[in-house]
Structure formats: structure tokens, C-alpha cells
């Protein structure tokens, strides 16, 4: 067999092979890169990302939405705020609280994408721009989109922030909700003075940004340790799928191969989940269940795009989600919709069909009287659908398996670093 001791890589099913390799190659499947980061940021970010001390009432942290233990997530179709208590889907909303408008994302490899959140509202790259809804209040010197996007959801009252007049868990006052909504400068110099008054939060910023006087630490260096934490810990890119592109035909399985073959064939998928994160990184109405409060003027409806934009056109588009390690962050869609993958893909060979015999019971049951399809579909929801789905193309039950089969094989074997012992605040770390 071996000769000249070689690495040998299983033959696979030369069809299937063939086939599979024709069609990859004219994929567009660019290799997906990320900077190296500074390891002091890193650790900084690392305590940052885990500390409650970010929340306005210290009782809630990034990780508290994104955490490892859910694979980045929350394992909740919509997240719990500020208020909350718990983790994960036995998370109890605070009283008098709601459910958060939109699924929680994972934060796995997203180093290199430039559009941010379900409705891309944090977009563009540190040469060429930041776009974000802080306009011209957002400060200089955020390495990334991806640090951008962390300078936002300490300013969301029902995130992190809280309300004016809350107590903090240690019984201060939460001088982080005091701030108006509109003055996110203010906001944001509130927390660096909270982490400016933490000694061991100086010495891991003194650490991460040696040129800094204490006094100049701002949110924005927060920020960007977050994003290197991010980067450095949780970019996944060696799955299955990318040794079987390297040239071992034995990574991946005969099902998955038939599922990639549909992926990018018939199944279409690949006309939106292109490149190397599975995303075209635009925004697409494909008819995704709604579910929960709502946001902005279309509540209990979540117009997406058109909520940022106001254009009829951008109704119910929301960003294409980027698929790696999409088989271990459910539940999914920008709702939380669906509790099941094979629930998610059946969804895109029939839209309106899959929305017509939508099963509440898979929901949390704190949200089954929050389905809004029927209403959507008055609104319009099927009336802009994007044109690739607007042509029914079921997929069998075979092919629906041979698809998830598929996304799984997108998943790298490496899951997320666990969370800190402890957290420079002291507070408790979920
Ligand atoms: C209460 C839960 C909650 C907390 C706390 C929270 N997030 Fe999120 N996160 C969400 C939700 C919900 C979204 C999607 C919102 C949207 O698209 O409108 C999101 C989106 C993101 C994204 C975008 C990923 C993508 O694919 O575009 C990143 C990155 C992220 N959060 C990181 C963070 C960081 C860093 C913090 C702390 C500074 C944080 N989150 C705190 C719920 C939370
Ligand atoms: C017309 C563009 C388009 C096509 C075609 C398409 N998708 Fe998507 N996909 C999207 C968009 C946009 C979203 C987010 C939609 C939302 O939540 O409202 C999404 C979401 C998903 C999700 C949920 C991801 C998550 O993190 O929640 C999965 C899984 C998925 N798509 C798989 C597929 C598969 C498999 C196919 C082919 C059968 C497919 N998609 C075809 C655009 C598309």
C-alpha cells in the first residue's frame, strides 16, 4: 500500500470525487484568513468577554449570550437580558422583562467578515471604514468590524445596559443607565471609567497597550481586545470540509458528499452561502419564521434591513448567515425559529409551505404565543422573497439528511476554550 512512507489519503468514491472536485473548483471557495493577535489583548479580552462588570447592573456578561458551553450562543431562540437569571435555555427572564428582539449569533471566525449583526448595521474594515449606527460619536482606532460591533451592545438598554434608575447587584447606582440613549460617548467613557478604577484591569490594559496613560484608556481599546480574544480563540476553520479541500477524499463520508453536491447544485444554497465562511455576507427576504417581541417600528414584526434603511425593498432581508460550525450553534435563523436543522434546510426548498406548517411546540414554550407567520405573510413577507426561492424546489427526506449531513461536516472538531476561573471584577463568572 503506503510506499516511501507517505500519507496515503483514502480514495474515497472516485464518481463522487470527481464530481464533487469539478464543482468545488469553480466554487470561489477562497481560503479565509485572520491576523495573528497580541496575546496581551488577548488575555484582556478574554477576562473583558466574561466580566459583568460590562453590564450596567453587573449581572450580565458577553459570555452570559455567548457562551462556550453553547458553542458561542445562548441555546435559546431569542437571548434574555439584563434582569435575567441563568444560563442558557433554562435562562429566566427578570420580571416585568421580554425576550431580546434577535437570536443571539455565534462569534466563531469571524475575523475576516465586514458585515455585522442579522441586519449588517456594523460594516467595513479599519482601511477603508467603519460604518456603524454610532455615526460620527464612534471612536478612532477600532481594528475591525468585528471591534466595532463590540462597542454595542453595552449601550442596549435591554442587553447590558438596563434602565435609568436600576440598581446594580452590589446595591451602587447604575451610572451606566443614567446616561441618554443618544449620548453613546458618554456611555461608553462610563464604562472605561469603571474599568480605569479596577487595578488589575489597569495592569492588563498597561499590558495590552503599553503606550497608553491609564487616563486614555477609553471603550474603544476594550473594544479591540474583545476582537482579539475572538479572533485568537475562536476562529474554527479545519473542519472535515476543509481537509476534504486540501485533497483527502477519506474526510469527509459518502452522504456528505452527496449533500455538498446538492449544497452547490440543486439545492441552490450555494447561490447565497458562498466563499470560504458560507456567506455572500448580503441580505436575502427568505421567508424565515417570525418569532418573538419584534424590533423598532414593525413590531411585533422584524422588518431586518428595511428596519435600518426603510426601504419596502429591503422588507424581511436579513444577512445570509455564515454557516461554519452552523450544526452545533442552533437554534436558527435570525429568530431562533427553527430547533432543528433539518427544520432550517427543509425551509429553503418550500418557504411558503414550511411556513404554513410551522410547529410552534418546537419553540420554547415562553414563546409559542409569540409566532407572528401568519401576520408576517400579510405584511408581505412572501410578496419580496428573494428570486432563488421564489420557484418551490423540495428537497426528499433523503436529500434533506444528505444536506445536514453536509453542514455537519463544516463543523471543526475544536470547540471553544473553556471560561475563566475568575474575572478581575470579582463578580461571578457564568
Ligand atoms: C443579551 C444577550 C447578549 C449579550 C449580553 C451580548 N450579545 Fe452579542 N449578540 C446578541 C444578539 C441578539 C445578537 C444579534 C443582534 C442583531 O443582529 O440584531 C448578537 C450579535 C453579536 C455579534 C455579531 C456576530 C455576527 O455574526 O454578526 C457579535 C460578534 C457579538 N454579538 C459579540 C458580543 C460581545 C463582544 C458582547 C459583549 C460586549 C455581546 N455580544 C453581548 C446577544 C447578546
Ligand atoms: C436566497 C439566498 C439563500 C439561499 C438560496 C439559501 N440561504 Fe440559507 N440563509 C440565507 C439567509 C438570508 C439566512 C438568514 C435568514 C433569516 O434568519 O431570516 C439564511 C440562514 C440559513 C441557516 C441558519 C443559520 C443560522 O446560523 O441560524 C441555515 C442552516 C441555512 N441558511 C442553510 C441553507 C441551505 C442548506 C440552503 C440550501 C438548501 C440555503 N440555506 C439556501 C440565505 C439563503
Not at 30 to 59: E, S
Not at 161 to 187: C, F, K, P
Not at 387 to 407: G, I, K, M
Request: aromatic share 6%.
Amino acid at each position: 500500500m503506503a510506499c516511501g512512507g507517505n500519507v496515503v489519503f483514502d480514495l474515497g468514491t472516485p464518481d463522487l470525487d470527481a464530481q464533487l472536485r469539478l464543482v468545488l473548483a469553480g466554487a470561489g471557495l477562497d481560503q479565509v484568513t485572520v491576523p495573528a493577535q497580541d496575546p496581551a489583548r488577548v488575555a484582556l479580552g478574554q477576562a473583558l468577554m466574561f466580566d459583568r462588570l460590562l453590564g450596567g447592573n453587573k449581572d450580565i456578561a458577553c459570555a452570559t449570550c455567548h457562551h462556550p458551553r453553547f458553542q458561542t450562543g445562548d441555546g435559546l431562540s431569542l437571548p434574555i437580558g439584563t434582569g435575567g437569571a441563568g444560563l442558557g435555555p433554562g435562562r429566566l427572564l427578570g420580571v416585568g422583562k421580554s425576550f431580546i428582539p434577535r437570536n443571539a449569533n455565534p462569534v466563531f471566525s469571524l475575523g475576516a467578515a465586514e458585515v455585522m449583526f442579522w441586519d449588517g448595521r456594523v460594516r467595513g474594515n479599519a482601511a477603508q471604514g467603519l460604518e456603524t449606527p454610532a455615526g460620527a460619536q464612534l471612536p478612532p482606532g477600532l481594528t475591525s468590524a468585528l471591534a466595532a460591533q463590540a462597542m454595542f451592545p453595552v449601550t442596549s438598554r435591554d442587553e447590558m445596559r438596563g434602565q435609568a434608575g436600576d440598581r446594580a447587584v452590589d446595591g451602587s447606582t447604575n451610572e451606566i443607565a443614567a446616561v441618554a440613549d443618544d449620548d453613546l460617548v458618554a456611555i461608553w467613557e462610563a464604562l472605561a471609567a469603571r474599568l480605569r478604577a479596577n487595578p488589575e484591569y489597569l495592569r492588563l490594559f498597561q499590558a495590552a497597550y503599553p503606550d497608553l496613560q491609564p487616563a486614555q484608556i477609553g471603550f474603544q481599546h476594550a473594544a479591540n481586545a474583545i476582537a482579539a480574544f475572538e479572533i485568537d480563540q475562536l476562529t474554527r476553520l479545519d473542519s472535515p470540509f476543509d481537509r476534504y479541500l486540501a485533497g483527502d477524499n477519506g474526510a469527509l463520508s459518502d452522504a456528505q458528499k452527496r449533500g455538498a453536491l446538492l449544497f452547490y447544485g440543486r439545492a441552490r444554497c450555494a447561490e447565497c452561502h458562498r466563499g470560504g465562511l458560507l456567506s455572500d455576507f448580503e441580505f436575502h427576504n427568505v421567508g424565515a419564521p417570525q418569532v418573538g417581541p419584534g424590533r423598532g417600528a414593525g413590531a411585533p414584526l422584524d422588518l431586518g434591513l428595511a428596519e435600518r434603511t426603510g426601504a419596502a425593498a429591503d422588507r424581511f432581508r436579513f444577512r445570509t448567515a455564515p454557516l461554519r460550525n452552523v450544526a452545533r450553534t442552533g437554534p436558527w435563523m435570525h429568530s431562533g425559529g427553527y430547533t432543528t436543522l433539518e427544520g432550517a434546510v427543509r425551509h429553503f426548498g418550500e418557504p411558503a409551505l414550511a411556513l404554513e406548517s410551522y410547529d410552534r411546540e418546537q419553540l420554547d414554550p415562553r414563546l409559542r404565543d409569540q409566532v407572528h407567520n401568519a401576520e408576517a405573510v400579510a405584511a408581505g413577507l412572501l410578496d419580496n422573497l428573494d428570486p432563488v426561492l421564489a420557484r418551490p424546489n423540495p428537497l426528499s427526506d433523503a436529500e434533506v439528511q444528505e444536506v445536514v449531513a453536509f453542514l455537519v461536516a463544516l463543523s471543526d472538531p475544536r470547540g471553544p476554550p473553556e471560561p475563566p476561573a475568575t474575572v478581575p471584577s470579582g463578580l461571578p463568572v457564568d
